[in-house]
Each structure stands twice: as structure tokens, then as C-alpha cells.
């Protein structure tokens, strides 16, 4: 059967269908090919290493001058109206400033518990990853903060 013009006319039209149609599919799919579009950018990067969590009962159990840091991600101000006893103030908006004159401490800890004002708060992961970001291992989220902390009716230091 030879190739008329008319056999090469249907075949182009559904081939360029064929190809439409999975273009629109891909646009539209969960999880679609970046063909067009580049990856958004949380697929681009690597994945962020998780940071661990911790409760109450396990900051309760924290002594001053062991190994361990708990550190305090809000702001100054926040810190000096009440904190978790024995905690160290490193707010994430002060951190570039703060960061050069506690690095040998933390450096020489060998846990990082930071937490900031409850589980909605994201200033404890933010702080986390840039100490991450600076080498620093060993980090774990107290993510219920203070607002868990107060509602256990634990002391406060000021």
C-alpha cells in the first residue's frame, strides 16, 4: 500500500493529537515530567535532612553543664519575659549576629535542643537548618515550645 498524501495527512494529524494529549496529561498529572515548566523548587534541591523531636519529659531531664545546649529561637524579648530554665537564647532574627560568638559553645556541644514558642512556630526547624547549614550535628526540636511547656505547668525561668 503506497504512501499517498492523504495516508500522510492522517497519520501527522494523530500524531500531533497523540502528542497534544500527553502534553495536556503531563500539565495536568501530580506528578508531571518538567518539560516545559522547570521543577518547583523543593524538588530541585536535595532533600532536607529531617530534624529529630523531642518531648517535655526529655527537656525536663536536661542538666545545666552537660553536653546538651537548649537553645531559645525567639526573639530576645520573648526569652526575657520567660524561657525554659537553663535555656540560651539564640533568636533565628539576630542569628547572623549572635551565631560568631557562640559557635565555639555550640561546637563543643555534643546535643542541640531548640525550641521556640509552640507547635505552630517555625523558628526552631528555621534556626535548626541554618546550624545544619554550618555543620553543626546533633539538633532535635522541641516543637510543642513554650506554649507546651507552660501548659504542663512547668516552671519558667525569667
Not at 542541640?112 to 523558628?123: A, E, F, K, R
Not at 546533633?138 to 516552671?155: F, P
Request: proline share 7%; hydrophobic share 50%.
Amino acid at each position: 500500500m503506497p504512501l499517498d498524501k492523504r495516508n500522510l495527512r492522517q497519520m501527522l494529524a494523530m500524531a500531533a493529537a497523540s502528542l497534544f494529549l500527553g502534553l495536556v496529561v503531563n500539565f495536568f498529572a501530580a506528578k508531571p515530567l518538567p518539560l516545559f515548566r522547570p521543577l518547583d523548587g523543593a524538588a530541585a534541591k536535595a532533600p532536607a535532612v529531617q530534624l529529630g523531636e523531642v518531648d517535655a519529659d526529655f527537656v525536663l531531664q536536661l542538666r545545666p553543664g552537660s553536653a546538651t545546649l537548649l537553645l531559645d529561637a525567639r526573639a530576645a524579648a520573648a526569652y526575657r519575659l520567660g524561657h525554659i530554665p537553663g535555656a540560651i537564647s539564640l533568636p533565628l532574627g539576630e542569628f547572623a549576629a549572635a551565631f560568631p560568638a557562640m559557635e565555639p559553645r555550640l561546637r563543643a556541644a555534643r546535643l542541640l535542643v531548640l525550641y521556640c514558642s509552640g507547635p505552630t512556630c517555625n523558628d526552631s526547624s528555621d534556626l535548626g537548618r541554618l546550624l545544619q547549614a554550618r555543620g553543626l550535628k546533633g539538633i532535635l526540636l522541641y516543637k510543642g515550645g513554650m506554649e507546651d511547656w507552660e501548659g504542663r505547668g512547668h516552671a519558667v525561668g525569667r
